[in-house]
């Protein structure tokens, strides 16, 4: 089994940052990519960004060109950071694992945090 925790999150003003970060522990071997997912009341939770243990990322495209998706395999630990918030990035945000790629559907995750909220404030 794989355990995911994540810190970060809160509140920002719009045009604000925040960085997330998860860190993983247990079976690490069993997971390559790990990614960030979101969920907004009353949405189906989607992808914002997932990165493969070599660095092969993969964004949203709604957060290209003002997220940023990394990872510290030393520390097994992934960071997202959030730039040029908008009030519609609101959401609570999900760190999860996958043996996949950084483009694995939702369904082939199989390891999830608790979530943190980000709430953007126009």
């Known amino acids: 089994q794989v355990q995911l925790m994540e810190s970060g999150g809160g509140s920002v003003q719009a045009g604000g940052s925040l960085r997330l970060s998860c860190a993983a522990s247990?079976?690490?071997?069993?997971?390559?990519?790990m990614g960030w997912y979101r969920q907004a009341p009353g949405k189906q939770r989607d992808l914002v960004a997932a990165?493969?243990?070599?660095?092969?990322?993969n964004y949203a495209d709604s957060v290209k060109g003002r997220f940023t998706i990394s990872r510290d395999n030393a520390k097994n630990t992934v960071y997202l950071q959030m730039n040029s918030l908008k009030p519609e990035d609101t959401a609570v945000y999900y760190c999860?694992?996958?043996?996949?790629?950084?483009?694995?559907?939702?369904?082939?995750?199989?390891?999830w945090g608790q979530g943190t909220q980000v709430t953007v404030s126009s």
């Open positions: 247990g079976s690490i071997f069993l997971i390559n990519a």
């Open positions: 990165i493969t243990s070599a660095g092969s990322a």
């Open positions: 999860a694992a996958t043996p996949g790629s950084s483009y694995a559907p939702i369904d082939d995750y199989d390891y």
